[in-house]
Structures are given as C-alpha cells and as structure tokens.
C-alpha cells in the first residue's frame, strides 16, 4: 500500500493549487480525479464558456464593424471550428497543469475515489484511460494493463476537494435529451440552437445566454425572483437587463417552470410567469440554476464525516470533524468561486507546514473562512461586470453609514473609442473611517480592473489613498480616479446613513 504525506481527492482550482503548494513544500502528494486535471472550471466550466465568449464577442464586433468604418462581408461562423477553438484552450491550460504536476513531482491518478477509515483510499480506476500523471506510467496509456481496477492508497493527510454539481429542478420533462445543465450543453456542438431558453438569471446562465444571443439564436431567460442576478448591486443588475432586452433576449422575472414537454421540433416549456400560464417553444433547454456540493459515495458508510444538506462540514482551519481530513471549495458550500477554493487550498497547505498563513481569512463561521470583503465577483459579459466588497443595499441591511462615489463612462476616453455601450463604476467609503469598503465596475476590462479596488480593500486604503495613485490615460481604469473624486466631493454625494 503506498502511502503519501498528502492525498487530495478533486483536481480542480483548490484541488491542483493544494497539490502544488504541497510539492512546493516537499510534501509528496497524490491526486485523485474521476475525470481530467482542472476539474470543472477548466474542463467544463469557466475557461470554456469564456472562450465562447470570447469568440462570439468578436463575432457580434465583426457583426458591427461598420461604426468604426470598417466593412466586412459574408461575416458568418463555423460551429465545429468555434468548438474546436474552446477544446484547444480547455487541453492547453489543462496540460499546463500536468505539465506542472509533473515538473514538482505531483502524482495524479484518474479513477473515483471513496475514504475509508484510517485515513484510506480506495481508488477505483477510469476504466475508459486508466491513466496517471507523474507515477512513473506513460501517459499515452500503452502501460494501462499494468494498472489494477482498485488501489489502496494511505496518507498522513486527506484533502476534500471534489468541488460541486449542477443542481436539478427534479421536474417532469427534465430528463428530456433537449433539457440540459451547462455542462452538457458546452458539449453539445452539433447545432447552434434557433430557440434557446435558460432557466435561472444567474452568472452562468446569462453568460451561455450571450453566448447563444451573439450568434443568432432567439433567447429566453426565466428567472424566479424579481431580477436577475439578485446578489448583486441594483442598479448594474437593472442597467445589465436593459442592455440584455435591447439585444433581444426575452426576461421572463417571478416566474416557475413547472414542467417540460417533448415536441416534434424541439421542447415546450410550461411555466407560471405572475400569475398567467405561459408555454414557450425551444429547441434547447438550459437549465442553471446553482451547483449542489459532491459527495456521491464519496466516504465509506463507517467514516463518520459531518454533513448538513450535503455539503462537508468544517471548521476554521478547514478540519472536519476526523482528524487529519480536510474539505475545501464548492464541496463546503458558500461562496462557489474558482478563486475561493484556491486561496482556501493555499491556506489549508500552509497551515499543513506551519507557516503564517498568505491568505486573508476569516474565522467568522457564517462567511466560510474566506473574508468576503476581498472576493472578487465577476460576470465575463459584454459589457464585463465585475464587484468587491460591500453593496449599498448590503451597507443598508448592516446599517453601515457611507459615503458613494460614482461615474458615468460617458465621458471616458476608451469608452468613446471603443464605442461600447455606456457603463459606470460605483465605490462605497466608511463615512467614518473614509476606508474603502466596496465597489462595483460595469465597462469592458471590468473584471481586469476589479484587482486594484480587491487590493485596496484589503489593505484598508481609503478615498485620500486611492487618490494617490496616478492612472494613465487613456484607459478604462482612469475612471476609478473619477469615481473616487466624486466620493470626496459632499455637495454630490450626500453621506448616506442607514
């Protein structure tokens, strides 16, 4: 049985950023993945999606050209290369990553992984690859049959990492070929769909939905609460479904699918929209409406691990409840970001080695460790979107008084050039202490620009600070200067006090 200072089941963000912080510190380490390194969000989650998008921006730019006085004809796509494109940028960043498994002498092992007691590992091999990374087998697979079905695997250290999975809406028609979660629809490249419906007005399910919109398809968003995207500011969320409806896409607010339907052409999909029955024709469905923690036969019947509605519980070292097991990421629940499982991964490693941990976090249980006033937020839309820190809406329920800055993009000189459509930027003082305390972009490099208030929010600067900086010109980011000075200036921004 080979034993390992580290085993790490989940390959994703806090699963491969754990594995090589550990290597990094001379710890040996295995990982375990049923499918491919990277996990979700680079396989199946963010790093596609953001190619698609990507692509079907600059097809909508192409689309436009002529405002820039520029003229291209027969502008047209070709779905299989589109597709082909995402693939090429999922292998190259997941190579990156075994390349580097490689490099720090990281083992990983394909196979499904359950925890037994003792700290035991059984692994039951991917019979379709049977493959390891950094094992000493070929990763081509011509060493396959030397590997056995199940391996016993021992480590002074277990780390849950297995991240989380689309949830379902258990309705009738869900198990339809043409109802999909997002997942599977980013593997489905045989069509480019007339009627797309996505039900959920979440990150994910407005990004696939811009996707779709840019390139033809006539979308639907059915979203249960009042607007879309209901943990963010108001007002970017409502300037966001003005610029989504002026494109097209139909917003369907306080309304429940209550079941969908096969038809000869497609899907029907019958829902409750305030109060009136209404059915709507697709050819597909997305369905995005939140990701569940996974735990599937995950931990052997006799391994008592502390659970609540099936997220691991843990404390604020990331324990759980045996000594010795650890549970990061979408796995524990809260907030389900790439980001957030790596800094948590980088945390936990850290304090594995009895060093001073790097990473900010929280020992509040109600935030899950992770300081939430330096997450940031961001939606790779067009206009991109991206937030930090508190809302005014969140400083209203906590009764924090502050001080608001914003600006209008109007006015901005790569604005103007790029002719996008108007954006602005929002930033929340501490009307007391002047320190920085949230803010909210909505223009192209949004989510680029996003790092500088993160950083600022950290570090408690405040308005005076944030002023010292010179921003070059022309740029996008020139525009934090303007919303700050708007902060400081009282007889524009009253002090708001809740």
């Keep these: 049985m080979e034993k390992y200072d580290l085993l790490i089941i989940g390959a994703g963000p806090g699963g491969y950023v754990a594995a090589l912080e550990a290597a990094k510190r001379g710890m040996k380490v295995l990982v375990v993945d049923k499918k491919e390194a990277g996990g979700t969000c680079v396989n199946r989650g963010c790093i596609p999606t953001k190619a698609l998008l990507h692509a079907s921006t600059i097809y909508k730019d192409m689309k436009d050209c002529e405002k820039f006085g520029l003229y291209a004809k027969e502008i047209g796509f070709d779905l299989q290369k589109l597709y082909q494109y995402k693939e090429e940028s999922v292998v190259e960043m997941r190579k990156a990553i075994e390349e580097e498994f490689l490099r720090l002498g990281v083992t990983f092992v394909q196979g499904t992984a359950q925890v037994q007691v003792d700290k035991r590992v059984v692994v039951k091999m991917a019979h379709m690859q049977k493959r390891t990374v950094g094992s000493g087998l070929s990763d081509d697979g011509k060493n396959s049959a030397d590997i056995p079905d199940t391996v016993i695997y021992e480590a002074d250290k277990i780390l849950i990492a297995s991240g989380a999975a689309p949830r379902k809406l258990g309705l009738p028609g869900e198990e339809l070929s043409e109802v999909m979660t997002s997942e599977e629809l980013l593997q489905a490249k045989d069509r480019c769909y007339d009627r797309l419906v996505v039900v959920g007005g979440g990150v994910i399910g407005l990004e696939i939905a811009t996707v779709f919109q840019a390139l033809g398809s006539e979308v639907t968003v059915i979203e249960l609460g009042e607007r879309l995207l209901p943990s963010m500011d108001i007002e970017f969320a409502e300037a966001l479904e003005k610029i989504l409806v002026g ?37 597909a469905v997305l369905v995005s409406v939140g990701r569940e923690p996974y735990t599937e036969e995950l931990f052997a019947a006799d391994l008592k691990i502390r659970m609540d509605h099936g997220k691991v519980l843990v404390n604020e070292f990331f324990m759980t409840n045996i000594p010795g097991i650890y549970a990061i990421g979408d796995v524990i629940g809260g907030v389900q970001l790439a980001h957030v499982a790596s800094a948590q991964a980088k945390y936990v490693v850290e304090r594995m080695n009895n060093l001073e941990p790097s990473v900010i976090l929280s020992i509040v249980p109600s935030c899950l460790f992770v300081s939430m006033s330096i997450i940031p937020n961001c939606l790779y839309l067009n206009p991109e979107i991206a937030t930090v820190g508190l809302t005014e809406e969140e400083a209203e329920r906590k009764g924090i008084p502050v001080r608001c800055g914003r600006y209008r993009m109007d006015a901005n000189g790569q604005t103007i050039l790029s002719k996008e459509e108007v954006g602005f930027i929002k930033v929340l003082f501490a009307a007391d202490s002047d320190v920085l ?8 490099r949004a989510t680029d620009m996003i790092g500088e208030l993160a950083t600022a929010i950290a570090n408690g600067l405040t308005s005076r600070q944030l002023m010292y900086a010179m921003r070059a010109h022309p740029t996008f980011n020139e525009a934090v200067s303007k919303a700050v000075e708007d902060s400081r200036e009282e007889k524009k921004s009253a002090i708001k006090s809740y």
């Design 247 to 283: 494109r097209g896409i139909h917003v369907y607010k306080k309304s429940l699918i209550e079941r969908f339907e096969k038809e000869e052409h497609g899907v029907s999909c019958h829902l409750m929209s305030e109060g009136k029955k209404q059915i709507l024709p697709a050819d």
């Design 437 to 444: 305390l949230g803010a909210q972009i909505m223009c192209q």
